[in-house]
């Protein structure tokens, strides 16, 4: 096995262990109080010790704090040339209501990931392309989706006499084996002869393209040429994210749905598979025990605040519970958008490549503005409805920018499927030409000319619609049931006040780079995406943006600018003054990073506020909450029953604040939404930064509760507060649209070209300059 990684001249691999210091596992100063003088050495190597039964074992595989069980029987083989894994995500944590009573807890999760399966190559090939290999020859969308597939996948050769190859795929060719030329020393030869007259063998495939092997050498770049049909998958490779396809995504998404009764048994068995318990020989030898049962904790459940429109409002009911619509019953009046938007000057309607009739487009768009006016929202007649057949860049840009010309300021385009190539097209063009830019699919139209579920469907739209032109759907205020208790309206009053500015702060890093760039030195491609969403003038209106930064920086730069812009739009709102209170809800953030988020990222906001106030008296008190939405916390009932998924769960706004967290920070854990399938994950929030006077717990955790009744585009809670699930979509456009101006995905791929190329310069500004050709300068929700 080393000898086909390293090559036939390698003997074996030699590693030295070297004694570093001394750690004592009773050592709490993890938790410590002052986060500088934090030392994770005895959770790192507890961390390392439940780790060491698995890879004793050899039938775990391990990246990061994910294992899977490749030997697993409950693996399951999926119809796209791939298996679905079972395994863990495992970390210890030190957790409890003081310092001096802080426990060790190792904290699992049970997942499940897509694994390439160890096969021919020629298998995996065929089952992409449906069982017709040579579709790959004829079909430009099959070849481009195996050469995505293909690319940087690890195989092994099959033809060589003594020891097998291994090497990582750089691409693959355009021309085919027989037609693939390669140079020998009396000239050329196709690939097909050369295998044929060196190793005696003909291709049965020769009409399949070639897999290139790119090596960098003191020489330079060179290249190989294997056929497909010689080369087998190594196993162990993940389906990274780059390359799930939407089947695959919707066989892993049925496959992981666990409901949390059989998430709780799932994780048993993960606990037993990994040998976590006192049976472990290394926890034995070290004097570690472990207690077989779940931590338990009290718990409480937030109330929810009631849904304002218009015309109405919406209570929760008398157990808490708060479910909507915003169509109304039988024999009520329909709700009305507490703000609805100011109609465009002018729309136009654009149908994609004939995805429907024009006759069914008339009537959906009919239904489309009657529905509108019932909810507010008055549009005026379309200026045009046109087929486009020319859906190439240059012509859409062509047809957008004189759409603007025009004086559109809003274009619904209708397109064959959900999720159309032509979709991030045209979003990155809405940002170039400033036009607001909606996509509606064909099924879509289908269902609302259906009749059937026509109103549900319209008002899924039109809350879109009337967020993307500026309008506001509802506003939320304190419920009866919790004034009856309280009598304070806290959500308008105190939580969700006037002067409050939210700012949501989210991340987007690049997929790891591929071999070949690592081997050759190369810098990462594509840069980080930060987005920001952030409250103007109330705290209903948002507004956002998205700017680049150096690839892979967890520390968000440019932020004093960017936090000074959102100020100054906030004064010039309806508020016409500063805020009093900015609370930051910052995602993607590590344990380890919580100081550099205190000290760098607090600063750069603290130094905008002092430009906004020209260093007045005036004080803007700043509070920052880590919001960390994959953590390995879950919230399970004591008696969770033998119902459904739904009824199992905990209710939303499930909220726990002792036992179980960490003894030093403020901070709860939170399940805001309503899970109806599969088993609800929390939200684990910590409070950094919080300027005198402190917000109580309480206070917190109320308001960011709310905040996730404030998504707009749904009527129902999400999962994160509005602003940093804003702030989330934002940095996802982002990325889209730098790819998609890059064009750095399929087209380099298929030709076996390297898409791995840099993204920045070495000119402090390049990232300034690279942000200034993708700001969206769209005043309103946009990215709804």
């Not at 291994?166 to 020393?185: L, N, R, W």
């Not at 009305?336 to 995805?355: L, N, Y």
């Not at 607001?436 to 269902?447: E, I, L």
């Not at 100020?567 to 995602?587: C, N, T, W």
């Amino acid at each position: 096995m080393v000898c086909e990684y390293l090559g036939n001249k390698s003997k074996g691999v030699t590693v030295s262990l070297l004694a570093c210091e001394e750690i004592f596992l009773a050592d709490t100063s993890a938790v410590s109080c002052r986060v500088d003088e934090r030392e994770r050495s005895a959770q790192q190597f507890l961390d390392i010790a439940t780790t060491q039964k698995m890879l004793e074992n050899g039938d775990h595989l391990v990246f990061g704090r994910k294992s899977y069980n490749l030997s697993s029987k409950e693996s399951r083989q999926l119809p796209s040339g791939n298996v679905l894994v079972d395994g863990l995500e495992k970390n210890v944590r030190f957790l409890g209501d003081s310092w001096d009573s802080a426990k060790a807890v190792v904290q699992i999760d049970s997942k499940k990931a897509a694994f390439f399966k160890e096969q021919p190559l020629i298998d995996l090939v065929s089952a992409l392309c449906r069982g017709t290999p040579w579709r790959i020859s004829t079909d430009d969308k099959c070849a481009k989706l195996v050469a995505r597939q293909l690319k940087d996948l690890t195989v092994r050769t099959t033809h060589l006499p003594k020891i097998q190859k291994v090497f990582c795929i750089f691409g693959i060719t355009k021309d085919s084996a027989e037609k693939q030329m390669i140079k020998i020393e009396d000239g050329q030869i196709s690939v097909a002869d050369y295998y044929f007259r060196k190793y005696l063998i003909r291709l049965r495939h020769a009409e399949l393209p070639c897999v290139v092997e790119r090596r960098v050498n003191r020489a330079g770049v060179s290249s190989s040429y294997y056929p497909v049909e010689l080369l087998e998958v190594v196993g162990g490779q993940r389906v990274d994210l780059k390359k799930q396809t939407p089947e695959l995504v919707e066989q892993l998404i049925r496959g992981c749905r666990l409901s949390p009764t059989d998430l709780m048994q799932e994780n048993d068995r993960q606990r037993s598979q990994a040998s976590l318990d006192n049976n472990n020989p290394f926890l034995k030898r070290l004097g570690i025990r472990i207690v077989d049962e779940a931590m338990k904790a009290p718990a409480s459940t937030l109330c929810p605040p009631a849904i304002q429109y218009l015309n109405s409002r919406v209570e929760p009911a008398s157990n808490g519970v708060l479910d909507w619509r915003l169509s109304a019953a039988h024999g009520f009046p329909e709700k009305m958008f507490i703000k609805p938007a100011k109609p465009p000057r002018r729309w136009v309607v654009f149908i994609m490549k004939h995805a429907i009739d024009k006759a069914f487009a008339d009537q959906f768009i009919t239904s489309y503005m009657s529905r509108a006016k019932i909810h507010g929202l008055i549009l005026p007649k379309v200026a045009r409805m046109e087929m486009l057949e020319q859906t190439d860049s240059e012509s859409l840009l062509e047809k957008m920018n004189g759409m603007r010309k025009n004086g559109v300021e809003f274009v619904l385009f209708i397109t064959r499927e959900k999720k159309d190539p032509i979709h991030d097209e045209l979003k990155l063009l809405e940002i170039k030409c400033k036009v607001v830019t909606q996509n509606v699919s064909s099924q879509t139209v289908q269902k609302v000319l259906n009749a059937r579920g026509a109103e549900l469907v319209l008002d899924n739209i039109l809350m879109k619609t009337n967020l993307k032109l500026g309008g506001v759907n509802h506003a939320l205020v304190t419920s009866k049931v919790f004034i009856s208790h309280n009598a304070l309206p806290v959500v308008e009053k105190q939580w969700l006040t006037l002067s409050r500015m939210f700012i949501g702060l989210e991340m987007s890093h690049a997929a790891p780079q591929s071999l070949f760039a690592r081997q050759s030195g190369l810098p990462p491609s594509e840069p980080t995406i930060v987005g920001m969403a952030y409250s103007c003038g109330n705290p209903y209106y948002m507004m956002g943006t998205y700017w680049m930064q150096q690839p892979r920086k967890v520390i968000i730069t440019d932020l004093k600018e960017q936090v000074l812009n959102a100020l100054m739009s906030y004064k010039e709102s309806d508020a016409k003054q500063l805020p009093s209170h900015i609370v930051v809800y910052r995602g993607g953030v590590s344990d380890g990073d919580f100081i550099r988020v205190m000290n760098e990222e607090a600063q750069e906001i603290r130094e905008a506020i002092e430009v906004a106030t020209n260093n007045s008296s005036s004080k803007i008190r700043l509070t920052i909450i880590v919001v960390q939405a994959h953590s390995n916390y879950r919230i399970f009932k004591l008696n969770p029953g033998q119902g459904n998924a739904a009824q199992q769960n905990v209710p939303p706004g499930t909220c726990i604040d002792q036992n179980i967290m960490h003894p030093t920070q403020t901070e709860f854990i939170l399940v805001p939404h309503k899970a109806i399938q599969g088993c609800a994950r929390p939200i684990r929030c910590t409070v950094v930064v919080d300027d005198e006077p402190r917000m109580s717990l309480e206070e917190v955790e109320g308001m960011t509760n709310s905040l996730c009744y404030m998504h707009g585009i749904v009527t129902s809670p999400v999962s994160l507060p509005a602003f940093l699930y804003s702030a989330s979509s934002l940095a996802k456009r982002g990325r889209a649209n730098w790819k998609t101006a890059n064009d750095n995905d399929d087209k380099s791929v298929s030709s076996g070209m390297s898409d791995d190329r840099r993204c920045g310069d070495d000119s402090d500004d390049f990232f300034g300059t690279l942000s200034k050709e993708f700001v969206p300068s769209l005043r309103h929700k946009f990215w709804a």
